[in-house]
C-alpha cells in the first residue's frame, strides 16, 4: 500500500512542498522554535505551520508526512485534517 507523502526541504528560509494530485498546498506561515508566539489548544507554544489549498477540491491530509530529513521521510505524520478549496 502506498503512503500519501508530503515532504517538505528547508533550505535558506524556504519551505517547498510536494503536492497531492488533487490539490495545490502550499506552505503559507511557519513557525519554528516557538517561544512566546502563539499557543496551542493545550496553551502550549508549539511549532505551527499554515497549509493554504489552491486547488478546487478539498484536500485530506491523513497519512501525509512532514520531515526536514531525505532519510527519515516519515519523521512527522499530520493529523487527520481536510484543507478546503482555496482554504487554509
Known amino acids: 500500500m502506498k503512503a500519501k507523502l508530503l515532504s517538505s526541504l528547508l533550505f535558506a528560509g524556504v519551505m517547498v512542498l510536494a503536492t497531492h494530485a488533487r490539490a ?13 508566539g502563539l499557543t496551542d489548544q493545550d496553551g502550549d507554544h508549539s511549532d505551527w ?18 520531515t526536514d530529513d531525505a ?8 493529523p487527520s485534517a481536510s484543507v478546503p478549496a482555496g482554504g487554509i
Open 24 to 36: 495545490d498546498l502550499y506552505v503559507t506561515e511557519f513557525l519554528a522554535l516557538n517561544v512566546n
Open 71 to 78: 532519510a527519515a521521510l516519515t519523521k512527522w505524520q499530520f
Open 49 to 66: 505551520l499554515e497549509i493554504f489549498n489552491d486547488g478546487v477540491a478539498p484536500a485530506d491530509v491523513d497519512g501525509w508526512y512532514l
